[in-house]
Every structure is written in C-alpha cells, then in structure tokens.
C-alpha cells in the first residue's frame, strides 16, 4: 500500500514537473538507492521518464548518502552542501536524478484549485505565501536580535572580525614559531660542527 | 505428484488436455458476478494492485500493450488512458464469457480496445510487437506456465516489459489466517454471493499452487527475461513480477 501511495505520489510530482521526464529517460531501467538522513528507499527509472519505488529484489546502479546534518543544510539552500553529497556506483544517472529532485517544485496551487476551484486556491496559496515569508523573516530579526545581545551586552558570542583578527594572530604567533625554531636547530647545527673552545675562556 | 501427461486442477492433478476445460467451466461460471466477488474477496484492493501495476508498468503515450486473461478489461482500461489514441491496447482471455464481459464494457466506456479469444501459450502476434504485455490473476490457470511466459517473451520488443500480477505466498505470520479466510470464507461468500462454491474452492486451491515469488522471478529468467524484480503488496498475498526483454 505505502508503494502504491509513494509512487503515485512521486508520479504526480514528476508530471507537474514535466521537464523532467526527457532528463531520466536515457536511464530508464536503472534504479538508485537513496539514504537520505534516517529514511533508505530505492527508485527506479521508468520508460516513459518516471519514477517508481523499486521491488524487493531491486539491485541498484548507483547510491545517494546525505546525512542528518547535510540535509538541514541543503533545506536551508547551502550551496556548498552539495558538494558533500556521496555518490556511489553510476555516478552520471545519480547527478542527474539529483539534479531532477533539487529543481522540482510542488505545485501546491494546482492541486488545491482541482479541491476548491482556481480562485480560493490561489488566494490560500498567496496567503500561505506570505505567511511562510513573514514567518522567515520573523525568524531571521529574531536570530539577528539574539546573536546582537550575546555579542554586545552579555558576550557569550564572539564577533566575526574579533574572530578573524584572533585567527590571523595565531598565524603570525605560528609563522614566529616556526622561524625561532628553524634558528634555534640553525644555532644546534653550527654549536655541533664548531663546539667552543674551553681555552678561550 | 503430476506426470508428463498430468497437471494441477486446485489440489485435484487432471490430464493436461483436461485441465484448460475445466478452468474454463470455472470461469463461464463465474463470468457475470466476477467483478463483484473480487470486490468482496480482496476488500476493493485488487483494483489499487491493478493500479499499481499500471504505474510501475512504465507505458507512455502511443505504446503498444497487450492485456492477457484480461477478462473483465480493468487493466486494458486503464491502459488505454495512458497509451492514448497514437497507442493501442489488446484485450485477450481465452474464455469467451470473461472476455464478453471486458468487450462490452470497453464498447460502453467508449474506448476502442479490440477484444480477442486467443491461448496465451500460441500468441497469435508477430515477434517483438509489444511495449508492455501484462498477466494479472491468470499466470496460474495457465497449463504450461513455462510455454506461456515464453511466448509473453516472443512478442515484447527489446527493452519492452513483462509484468505479471499473481497471488503468491503471504507472510509466514499471516499464513494460518490467510488459509482460515481462503478454505473456509472465501467458497462460504462464493455460494451465498455467486452460488457457486466450487468455483471458489478452485479459486483458492489453484493460489495455493502457484509459484511463490522466487519461483515465479527464476521462471522468468528461464524464459528469457531478464532484470527481473517483484513487488510484494499486502505482505504477500499478490506480488507483482516485472521483467525486460533484452
């Protein structure tokens, strides 16, 4: 029943976005395990360029790993988290349907019109809209807020130019370090090769 | 035991030549209530395992698709919704009261699916036709399951897919239950709703017979498929084998 369900639903999704459908196409046949956080799933490529949850004996031709922490950072559009992505196996079918799932977009609007027609569908989804913008911006005065208190009136956080400045004093200290201890075997070397003299005392 | 000469009838071992008599009285028998009797024995699921099929089946617009032991035309149905007017969809039983059945309610859905009384072990199409053949719930009456498949395999195109929807062998832990409702329930409601328990005892003698999952996916195999994967659905009451010709 759960493979029904999320087929149609990954099959509803693929033809809202239908430009996917020619981008898988070359694979189809092929199946990728993914493991995203603590959820394991493997999907499979369909003729016709859509997806499908694959069978109980489905060996994949290519994995996809993100972690817990890497999919909060790629919820929160971290461009670098990317790159941190582990890809195993046909590495080329694995961007690809990567790339396909990090543009597909839930038409919500559409689906909601077919409930409650076009006009209060597009109303619900202009309020929720603006709910979701209101609520990040909420969100971002108060972390703002925050991080202002505990760096001016009660430091518990330190401000980036006092880190930076603190970072490129410990490169001279190490840099400093690095040249007394170079002298230092310098002097040992020249002590060893010419030990002083206990008549020119 | 079954001989060269002998197969499987439900629990009953008949004469090859005997057996595809038989299922066909069974099934003239149960023609005109089929729809309903599923209904009630798979509590409305056969129709989300049909569904389900065709979602996995991977047919797009002007695919070519054929429907065989098809009978009451659900799946060919929904096929042709997807295959479009470029597509085309055969509908096929080799019982002319099943197949009945599916023609008139294409005819009435306004769908134009031909309908043909053919045996699925002589196909009667040319070589590499087909995108898609599908099976549901007929893989088992079959006499020469082997033939059968193997003749599906003939008439896929290279890369084309075979799919075949059966019962199968249910969850160890669901077993005893799953044999209470099959040899007790399942011929009480084939006699209080079609009247005719027999049938239904066929019925459910001829799921306990067929293949379980693995079996079915190395027959498969050995008919020339490959890449050959299975669904189980209702822990295993049904499962869904799929297989490319390549």
């Known amino acids: 029943m759960l493979k029904g369900l999320s087929t149609q639903l990954l099959q509803h999704l693929l033809a809202q976005n239908a430009w996917a459908a020619p981008l898988l196409q070359p694979f189809a046949g092929k199946s990728v395990r993914l493991n995203v956080a603590l959820v394991s799933t493997s999907l499979v490529i369909l003729e016709n360029g859509s997806l499908a949850i694959a069978g109980e004996t489905n060996i994949p031709d290519a994995t996809i790993t993100i972690s817990p922490s890497l999919l909060l950072r790629l919820m929160t559009k971290d461009e670098s988290a990317r790159q941190q992505i582990r890809i195993d196996g046909d590495t080329h079918l694995a961007t690809e349907l990567a790339k396909v799932f990090s543009h597909m977009r839930w038409d919500f609007e559409d689906d909601l019109s077919k409930l409650v027609g076009d006009v209060p569908a597009n109303k619900i989804g202009e309020f929720s809209r603006h709910a979701v913008a209101t609520v990040k911006e909420t969100t971002a005065n108060l972390a703002g807020m925050l991080s202002e208190y505990w760096q001016e009136e009660k430091p518990m956080l330190a401000k980036k130019r006092h880190i930076e400045q603190f970072n490129a004093e410990v490169d ?10 170079k002298r230092l075997n310098k002097l040992t070397k020249l002590n060893t090769a010419n030990p002083p003299n206990p008549d020119n005392r | 035991m079954t001989t060269e000469h002998n197969t499987h009838f439900g629990f009953k071992t008949v004469a090859e030549t005997e057996k595809a008599k038989k299922v066909a009285d069974v099934f003239h028998s149960v023609a005109s209530k089929y729809d309903l009797m599923n209904d009630v024995m798979s509590a409305g699921l056969h129709r989300g395992w049909k569904r389900f099929a065709v979602s996995v089946s991977g047919v797009g617009t002007g695919d070519k698709v054929l429907d065989i032991a098809g009978g009451s035309g659900d799946l060919s149905r929904l096929f042709a919704q997807k295959v479009g007017a470029s597509g085309q969809v055969i509908l096929t039983d080799i019982n002319a009261s099943m197949l009945g059945v599916g023609r008139d309610r294409m005819l009435d859905a306004g769908l134009n699916v031909p309908a043909l009384q053919c045996d699925a072990e002589k196909l ?32 896929l195109k290279v890369g084309g897919r075979l799919l075949v929807l059966e019962f199968s062998k249910v969850w160890q832990p669901l077993s005893k239950v799953y044999d209470a409702y099959s040899f007790k329930l399942l011929p009480l409601m084939g006699k209080l709703l079609a009247k005719d328990a027999e049938s239904y005892q066929y019925l459910a003698e001829s799921i306990r017979m067929h293949p379980d999952q693995e079996t079915l996916k190395q027959m498969m195999i050995d008919a020339g498929l490959s890449k050959v994967d299975y669904y189980n659905l209702a822990a295993g009451v049904v499962a869904l084998h799929k297989g490319y010709k390549t």
């Open chain 2, 124 to 155: 009667p199409f040319p070589d590499q036709y087909f995108d898609c053949v599908i099976v549901a719930f007929g893989l088992r009456n079959m006499t020469h399951k082997d033939r059968a498949l193997a003749e599906m395999q003939r008439v």
């Open chain 1, 172 to 181: 001279i200290l190490r840099a400093d370090v690095e040249r007394l201890e």
